[in-house]
């Protein structure tokens, strides 16, 4: 263990004490708290080993056409909250929905841990701040959107972050996020060789219901919460997961994307996922109140 990461005692959102190892999961250090549920890792890794992970990173992110189209919709369905003009993408990558977002017409801001994409974003001439943002960071109440894509699972402070998106987000205005499901069907199977368990990349494991406890607690309320499909990259380690190729999920996307019949069966297949709440990934959008 680095000399500066340390074993954690108490829950990272509720702060109870009742602590279990999960002993399917021990190269992640991942324990439940016994009082609310959440599943997290319980050794918070140095600045160091953090530093030393994000900057593996190629960044030559595959900028994929299909992901492209789904922002443009995605910012279609937020028209409804422009008022400020502003939005925030909190871990923007490279910036890819930050172009879009800003083609879309919107004053579009970022920010991003890894030092490497923060110059790329700016190159791009998009506002882009070092993570992790802290309240007071922004203007309080200056964004109608927040968004974070796959973003929280890398979370050590839970409650920091929702208190900096909260301070940030006007009341009224919308948060959409993703994070993969650890209440999945293929984590249940998969348990530890689950390929989102990983340490120190990912810090918090989301299930629906405690990801609204944590954000109930600054006050956002959901308005659509849903789980959605299956990964090949998590299914099976060691397939290429995106980086500067197109990986297997990508080219299972292209072929669903060009076939009608594809794109009826998964329907039905995203249907029962999110009905059982037992899909690979979590979709919410959630208003502050």
């Not at 203007?139 to 208190?163: I, K, M, N, R, W």
């Not at 205005?173 to 340490?199: E, H, K, M």
């Amino acid at each position: 263990m680095s000399s500066n990461a340390r074993d954690l005692v108490a829950c990272t959102v509720c702060g109870g004490s009742r602590l279990a190892p999960l002993r399917a999961y021990r190269r992640a250090h991942l324990v439940r708290c016994r009082d609310c549920g959440l599943v997290f890792a319980g050794r918070r890794p140095s600045a160091t080993e953090l530093a030393d992970h994000y900057g593996s990173y190629s960044r030559a992110d595959y900028d994929s056409p299909i992901t492209r189209k789904r922002y443009r919709e995605l910012l279609g369905s937020f028209e409804r909250y422009r008022q400020t003009n502003r939005i925030l993408d909190v871990g923007c990558g490279i910036g890819f929905f930050l172009e879009e977002a800003r083609d879309c017409g919107w004053e579009a801001h970022g920010s991003e841990f890894e030092e490497r994409a923060v110059e790329i974003v700016r190159a791009k001439g998009l506002s882009c701040m070092q993570a992790p943002i802290e309240p007071g960071a922004f203007e309080p109440d200056s964004f109608d959107v927040v968004t974070a894509f796959e973003v929280v699972e890398h979370v050590g402070d839970p409650l920091a972050e929702a208190a900096a998106i909260a301070s940030a987000l006007r009341p009224g205005g919308l948060l959409y996020l993703t994070t993969p499901n650890f209440g999945s069907l293929s984590r249940r199977l998969l348990r530890g060789r689950w390929s989102v368990v990983g340490y120190p990349e990912h810090l918090t494991y989301f299930t629906s219901s405690t990801l609204s406890s944590w954000l109930a607690r600054f006050g956002f309320v959901p308005v659509e919460l849903t789980t959605t499909g299956v990964s090949l990259a998590r299914l099976r380690r060691g397939l290429p997961a995106g980086g500067g190729k197109r990986g297997s999920d990508e080219q299972l996307r292209e072929q669903i994307e060009g076939s009608r019949m594809l794109r009826a069966g998964k329907r039905t297949a995203e249907a029962v996922l999110g009905a059982t709440r037992t899909g690979d990934t979590i979709k919410a959008r959630f208003e502050l109140r």
